[in-house]
């Protein structure tokens, strides 16, 4: 039988970091549909073990019946059996003495016969004892798929070292679609000894209760509230801060009058009050970058030197200033310049918390070809002599996206224009300095202002590529969407569902191939994805349409209320802490700015109960660990969600983190990933949410 080794060679994933070796799959995702929604409780103590032959004590050949070695890499090592059992007289023993790469483990018998059955949508306890030297060792689950048969899962969790027998018990997500029957099993992924015994499965579930919404349509379409008050700036940039306020950042906010009066603008806002706090702004951070660094604060990066001049020999030209917002003070503190002016350029952060910043147009106003590196232990971006340069220039705002493994996803979402040579999306590796383009992203160059976000969980490494058109042409944008596996041995985007569609100003409904472009998409704490907002031309024509994509089935549920304020060039959606969804922005050719402020309510806001955080052991969380809360009741699903910082459809840091949990009564042990590739270090918001599909108001923690 192939083992996972195989699987993960075809793939590429390097070898030097416990998930990296692993990879991740698709199948942490679950659907929370009310339709399909899941009520966990607590087992029964006289719930059925699902496992064959649990305590190994039953032999053929001298090892456990119903249990096989695995494993892949390169390492000495050895599997048997030990007689210092935790019950009986037998016990499986791995031990390496020397590793490259790789792992060795003992799981059950991937076999029709040995393999415990198990219901698609449902989720198990799995509980074993043991004992281990290292640190170096975390529960693997694979799957069996009907249609595509045996393939790993997951890393559930990592464990802890002991020297005398410890339980360790991880509750799954709920399996997915065409999940027929599981293994799993303890791995072994540096020098050690691992010994293992007293297997458990138990079904953990039970049928959902009754929806008790009485909202009426809110209950399905959700419900959107335009505020009392206007925003006190144009929000071209906003930033959800680690104390729930937003940043919002105009520079001259496309205004030249504003421009050459000096007037640059960035305001705080609280929702929690509705107002606003003015923050001194020293240069026109305009289409800026930024990103949140590892701390709370926010890195801005570039932004605007000059407008186009009126004769037009002349078009905007980029800064090479660079700042750091801190939330604690509201004010700006000036760093070192980067290599070259940068206006419109990417900011993405590394798993070291490192930043890469590409693209935008230069002090000349010319494409910038310079990559820019932040150094986060030093607080400064390094000489272009520091840098591994590639000398490409990635466009305007491109979308580059955190891998697994470290390199970067340009998904093809840009702005301004067509897109790049090539095929319109590539993975980009800093330390290697190659470019290799991923095929498969529709028509290429009209994905102007679409928006690409990575598909809850980040641990699938799916990146969905939403809608766009080309602002120059001003042709009809389009409904398109695309989906692309990043753990594929050959990554290659695949043509998604098709955006549904909405009204045009006066009630005139959408027609033929008509989508949008500006469109915003947002995570939400339930693992979908909101779509909002959009045009269907170049700074005019706003679409009113919005709907929710579930990553499990690959649908989008259309017709969601809409925003009664069009929202197109220069707008935002993005998630607040209370798991609503704020709305801003609107720049219309003529040079107008809408300065309302809309604020989204998704329908799960009114199935019923809240559940409650009542209390976090820790608010600074190392990778790999398990972290202790308390809720109000009994949750089915725990989540870090990366907060926002958004502007012009691109939000490339954007992510949900999966946290299998350990539950015991209302105390719940979440397993961190141990692969900050998958969740870069900083703030993040802690959601839960219970068997009705709402979610707790999230705590804010503190990763890496």
Known sequence: MADVGFARAQQKVPMWSPELRRGLSRVLALTVLL???????????????????????????????????????????????????HTGSVATKVSITAITSGDRKVTMARTAACAPTVTAGRQYDLSVWYKSTTVAAAMTVFRHDATAGWQYWTDLATLAAT????????RTPPLPTGTDQIVWGLSLYGTGT?????????????????????????????????????????????????????LLVAGSGNDTAAFRAGTFKTAVYDPATGTFTNVTTP??????????????????????????TADGTSGFKGLKSSYLFDPATNAYTKINAMTAGHWYPSATVLGNGDVISLGGLGEDSKGTAFTEYYKASEKRWLAWNEVKQTWKWWGLYPTMVLMQDGRLFYTGSHTFGAGLAGSGASIYDYNAKTITDVPGLQNKDYRDQSMSVMLPPAQDQRVMTIGGGNGHTNVDANRLTDIIDLKAASPTYKPGPLIPQGTLTGGVAQSGDQGKMYVSAVLLPDGTVFETGGALHNRADPVYEASIFDPISNTFRPRMATDPVPRSYHSSAFLLPDGRVMAIGE??????????????????????????????????????????????????????????????????????????????????????????????????????????????????????
């Open 35 to 85: 339709t399909a929604a899941l009520v966990v409780a607590a087992p029964a103590q006289a719930a059925d073990n699902l496992v064959q032959n649990p305590s190994g004590e039953a032999l053929t050949s001298g090892f456990p019946n119903c249990f096989e070695k695995a494993g892949f890499g390169t390492n000495t090592f050895t599997i048997g059996t030990t007689t210092d059992a």
């Open 163 to 170: 020297s005398t027998y410890a339980q360790k018990t991880v």
């Open 194 to 246: 691992l010994i293992t015994d007293d297997y458990s499965m138990v079904d953990a579930t039970a049928l959902p209760p009754t929806p008790t919404c009485t909202a009426g349509v809110a209950c399905t379409k959700g419900q959107w509230q335009v505020m009392p008050y206007q925003s006190q700036v144009r929000g071209i940039h906003a930033v959800v801060l680690q104390n729930g306020k937003i």
């Open 283 to 308: 240069e026109d951070l305009f289409c800026a970058g930024h990103v949140q660094l590892a701390d709370g604060k926010v890195l801005v990066m570039g932004g605007n030197k000059q407008y186009p």
């Open 587 to 704: 720049n219309p050719g003529n040079g107008t700015f809408d300065m309302r402020i809309s604020v989204y309510s998704p329908p799960y806001l009114f199935q019923g109960t809240r559940p409650v955080i009542q209390s976090v052991a820790a608010t600074n969380w190392a990778y790999g660990s398990t972290q202790k809360i308390t809720v109000s009741a009994p949750v089915v699903r725990a989540s870090l969600i990366r907060p926002a910082a958004v502007t012009h459809s691109s939000d490339p840091n954007q992510r949900f983190v999966e946290l299998p949990m350990t539950v015991s009564g209302n105390t719940i042990g979440l397993n961190v990933t141990s692969n900050p590739n998958i969740a870069p270090p900083g703030w993040y918001m802690l959601f839960v949410h219970g068997a009705n599909g709402v979610p707790s108001v999230a705590k804010w923690v503190k990763l890496g």
